[in-house]
């Protein structure tokens, strides 16, 4: 049996269990805040009920664990390499949201023989019996592993600010993402964030801006989500290693990140929003090796 025949099995056989919604958030650029959106929209999600566990693909950089100001004792590595077990990897934060440090981890799974991938799945598999939804937090800019988590998704939420420098790296991230073999549009949902607006109106026309540019020459149909305004307090709460939405959920920043949660969670648009789950999603990225 070929490992494409087991990853099939593995996702029929998983098929009868309840999925995860898996929201996979990125950018073009480093510094357009892509991880306090995860991270706030986590904490607005279990505010409204959901389970949710953080996945912190973002190679060689702790954003996720340094802005929950917790230190995870396990990360992605020790489940691949030490024998331990997909709850022993999971860090719980504030409000109970889990977070997954991927360290090298997932990077090192094209190493990895068969056997052993199909073990890795079927671990990560059962986060789908933890977690309403998972968030996935990638790297910034444009790298193959990035690309990798993106053609895997089927929701990805696209954070852009307007600096004339993220616009355009938006761009270059969308068009790589439409050339990749593996990228299928009509099962991918593309969602964007304007964040550090001045107003509600500026985000409106920078997502026009390039969704215009998107629609003439890539034909990617994309959405539009909200804003989220330039906040002081946000910027205090990042030194706080605290989510403004837990550090102050009045704040303006924290109101946005409420508005976009609800909307990703209003019932229609969850009914557009078919669940994967993580064996599916993870299968994804080990059959395009």
Same mark, same amino acid.
């Given at each position: 049996m070929d490992q494409a025949e087991q990853l099939r099995i593995i996702k029929a056989n998983m098929q009868s269990r309840p999925l $995860?919604?898996?929201i996979t958030v990125t950018?073009? %650029?480093?510094?357009?805040? %892509? $991880? =306090?959106?995860? @991270? =706030? #929209? *986590?904490?607005?999600?279990? +505010? !409204?009920g959901k389970r949710v566990i953080i996945l912190d693909a973002d190679f060689g950089l702790a954003n996720i664990e340094i802005m929950f100001g917790a230190v995870p004792k396990h990360n992605l590595c020790d489940l691949i390499y030490q024998g331990k077990n997909i709850k022993e990897i999971i860090t719980w934060g504030p409000m109970e949201v889990g977070f997954i440090s991927g360290g090298s981890g997932i990077a090192g799974m $094209? =190493?990895? $023989? &068969?056997?052993? #991938? !199909?073990?890795?799945?079927k671990n990560l598999a059962e986060l789908d019996a933890i977690a309403d939804i998972i968030i996935v937090d990638t790297g910034a800019g444009i790298n193959d592993a990035v690309l990798e988590f993106l053609v895997a998704s089927g929701e990805i939420l696209l954070v852009t600010t307007p600096e004339p420098t993220s616009i355009t790296d938006s761009y270059s991230l969308l068009k790589a993402l439409y050339r990749h073999p593996r990228f299928r549009e009509d099962d991918t949902k593309i969602k964007m964030i304007s964040n550090r607006v001045e107003k509600e109106s500026e985000g409106a026309v920078l997502f026009n801006k390039l969704n215009a540019v998107v629609? &003439?020459? #890539? %034909? @990617?149909? !994309?959405t539009y989500l909200g804003s989220v305004?330039?906040?002081?307090?946000l910027i205090k709460a990042v030194m706080q290693q605290t989510p403004i939405s @837990? *550090? =102050?959920p009045t704040a303006k920043s924290s109101l946005a990140y409420? %508005? @976009? *949660? *609800?909307?990703? #969670?209003? +019932?229609?648009?969850?009914?557009r929003?078919? +669940?994967?789950?993580m064996a599916a999603f993870f299968s994804h990225i080990v059959s395009g090796r």
């Open positions: $995860s919604r898996v950018s073009g %650029k480093g510094g357009v805040g %892509k $991880s =306090n959106t995860a @991270i =706030n #929209l *986590a904490i607005q999600f279990r +505010k !409204m $094209s =190493n990895l $023989s &068969r056997d052993y #991938l !199909m073990y890795i799945i629609a &003439r020459y #890539l %034909k @990617i149909p !994309m305004p330039q906040d002081n307090q @837990i *550090a =102050n409420e %508005k @976009i *949660a *609800a909307r990703l #969670l209003d +019932k229609e648009e969850e009914q929003q078919p +669940k994967r789950g």
